[in-house]
């Protein structure tokens, strides 16, 4: 029997609905205190003000009216976590919207949840006379939405550590850094907020170097450092990444795209000095396999058609988007018409393999996940020893992630159903854009970048394409960066709500 | 035969005229749907400068967006001497035509569509983009912010 939710269970969602929506709404404030004080933009300043108040006004509201005492279970939380995404996207789509630089509404939230969920797919109409402010929100989206929305609420806006546990859990993470849930999320903020400094500073000075003027070296320092380490792919300027023309931008670009495509795990055995667990750890591992096996691929595909002349250029073009592509952040050094125009079936086939195992479990990055695949490859391995040994033999298989653990059944079980469910994200998109006319290769290519939340485009994606698809795109997105689960989480949430007694 | 000679210098000169005023601009949607047949040829680009020019010792990069796509301009130092505006929210870039060398990929540039120009003529100056104040976005801002701190007193209140 399904058990209709209780009014307390609605209330409970509102309140912590509501919370985030405040934290939302004050992030609002960085781009209209910037666009005021830096960039000297007085209408976009304003838009940020209005959206913000309409945040803050609806989170105060929401939280007030459901004000709760009672902790968030974990169907709940997941409730939560879904929908927040969702309002995410629309209220953050106001500011956008406001700036006359989207067609439409639809656009806009196109181009907000692509940027929380860290995918990097764009809508943006004219974005070289965008102003700055407009332009350091759609970085900032993917370094709060990277990090995780309810990273947000948890360190700074709701407190009780059995519902941050929930809400954590929702926005599909399933490891602690540390035993405290708010020292992990708080731990999280520290790890990004030191490599944002970083990284600003490092992207800012080689910027100076390749000429840039200082203020906007620094300026497109810290967006391309924000949208490459949480593997989203936005750029400031239309032409992505080539606009930059140096070797030098693109090495600093590998090297944060790679690292904010690991595990938060990881980093945090790094910064305890455990430096051996890179080695060690079964996703580093498979992601070096993987990338081997893809960068094979690839390459004989456009050395077989002969799109390089030169062996070097060959590697630099197709390591870039093949590194891009894997880490699921996007950018790129071609454009979007190459790939189709050029890039021929077998390479953009590497390419789409890439980006739908995607990067590491717990890090900014998308797709079916390192951690994933190594458990898929070590519980096959151990069910060709099953075949082969005697019938009498137990049969156990090991691997290490931050410890050496045993492969149980259930874990493959629930890997599996996760897996599965992100080839049907991949298939869904296909399908609908096959429907729509465009053509099979295309259409998976974009389909999965959507899902895997990468951002690499062949061109599917425009302005002029139909609602539906932009649509299937934004919860193809939506879907892929919550792991499914808080998603089904919702419709469950629905369904019990309509059918339950 | 006078009336011959007189045509015939009629057809040369508009042949001249022609060639100078129209030379044949190619967009960047053309350029990149027909990469391989531009490839190496020399084109006609035409739009406005955006971004930033990035001076590299003798030489400088600019990008030039045509309406549709930036195409990324090689340029020798000299010739960008003449460009004062580049495109961004506050600017109208000049708009350029730039003669030059297309490249589907780059051997000097690591692979890089671009265009090595050998000439860049200014046709329009770009200038300042005023974004006058909108007094509707002001009052919708001044009216939000009044009615949330109202609302956040009032939630004070209600709460003691």
């Known amino acids: 029997m399904i058990l209709k939710p209780q009014i307390n269970d609605i209330k409970n969602i509102g309140y912590y609905l509501g919370r985030i929506i405040l934290g939302i709404g004050l992030t609002m404030f960085l781009p209209f205190i910037m666009g005021i004080i830096l960039f000297r933009e007085a209408n976009p300043a304003l838009d940020f003000l209005i959206s913000a108040n309409i945040a803050i006004f609806i989170g105060v509201t929401l939280s007030w009216l459901c004000k709760t005492n009672k902790e968030l279970h974990a169907g709940p939380a997941m409730v939560v976590i879904a929908l927040s995404w969702l309002a995410a996207m629309a209220l953050s789509a106001i500011p956008l919207s406001l700036s006359g630089h989207y067609k439409s509404f639809l656009d806009a939230c196109f181009e907000t949840m692509s ?73 999280i903020w520290a790890i990004s907020i030191v490599y944002l400094i970083l990284g600003t500073i490092l992207l800012g000075l080689v910027g100076i170097s390749i000429g840039l003027k200082p203020q906007s070296a620094f300026f497109h320092g810290a967006c391309i450092f924000m949208a490459g380490f949480d593997t989203a792919g936005f750029s400031p300027q239309s032409p992505n990444i080539l606009y930059y023309h140096s070797l030098i931008y693109e090495i600093v670009i590998i090297f944060f795209m790679v690292i904010g495509s690991f595990n938060f795990n990881l980093h945090y055995q790094i910064w305890r000095g455990n430096f051996k667990e890179i080695w060690k750890n079964i996703e580093t591992r498979t992601l070096l396999f993987v990338i081997m096996i893809v960068i094979l691929i690839t390459m004989v595909g456009l050395r077989q058609l002969g799109v390089y002349s030169d062996g070097i250029i060959l590697f630099r073009k197709g390591f870039f988007q093949l590194i891009s592509g894997q880490t699921t952040t996007g950018y790129m050094t071609i454009y979007a018409q190459q790939f189709i125009k050029e890039w021929g079936e077998l390479a953009l086939i590497g390419i789409i393999i890439s980006m739908a ?54 874990q493959v079980r629930a890997v599996l159903i996760v897996t599965i469910g992100y080839f049907f994200l991949y298939g869904l998109g296909t399908l609908i854009g096959v429907w729509l006319g465009y053509p099979f290769l295309e259409a998976l290519f974009e389909s999965t970048s959507a899902a895997a939340n990468v951002g690499l485009s062949c061109g599917i994606t425009d302005t002029s394409m139909p609602a539906i698809l932009k649509i299937t795109y934004i919860i193809e997105m939506w879907a892929g960066r919550l792991e499914l689960m808080s998603v089904f989480a919702l419709f469950g949430f629905f369904v019990a709500y309509l059918k339950g007694k | 035969m006078k009336n011959f000679f007189l045509l015939l210098g009629l057809c040369l000169a508009l042949n001249i005229s022609n060639s100078n005023c129209y030379a044949q601009t190619v967009s960047s949607s053309d350029l990149l749907s027909n990469n391989k047949a531009y490839d190496g040829e020399i084109v006609t680009y035409q739009g406005e400068v955006i971004g930033d020019v990035m001076i590299r010792q003798d030489y400088a990069w600019l990008h030039v967006n045509d309406g549709a796509i930036a195409l990324g301009i090689w340029a020798n130092r000299k010739m960008v001497q003449d460009i004062l505006y580049t495109g961004n929210y506050h600017k109208k870039g000049d708009i350029v035509e730039v003669t030059g060398i297309f490249h589907r990929s780059c051997l000097e540039h690591g692979g890089d569509l671009d265009i090595h120009a050998s000439e860049i003529k200014k046709i329009l100056s770009g200038g300042s983009d005023p974004h006058p104040l909108s007094r509707k976005k002001a009052y919708l801002g001044i009216f939000s912010l009044v009615l949330v701190l109202f609302f956040y007193a009032l939630k004070k209140i209600f709460q003691r």
């Open chain 1, 357 to 410: 195992l995607g990067g590491c479990a717990c890090s900014t990055a998308g797709g079916i996940k390192m951690l994933r695949v190594g458990i898929i490859c070590k519980a096959f391995r151990q069910d060709v020893k099953r075949i082969i040994l005697s019938p009498s033999a137990i049969v156990v298989q090991k691997f290490h992630h931050i410890r050496t653990m045993f492969i149980e059944d259930a």
């Open chain 1, 115 to 187: 940027g929380f969920t860290t995918t990097g797919l764009t809508l943006v109409q004219d974005l070289d006379h965008l102003s700055q402010s407009h332009n350091l929100w759609r970085h900032l989206g993917p370094f709060l939405g990277g990090q995780g929305i309810a990273i947000i609420a948890i360190s700074f806006l709701v407190k009780g550590t059995s519902g941050s546990l929930n809400l954590y859990l929702g926005e599909g993470r399933d490891e602690k850094l540390v035993p405290n849930i708010i020292h992990t999320a708080r731990f």
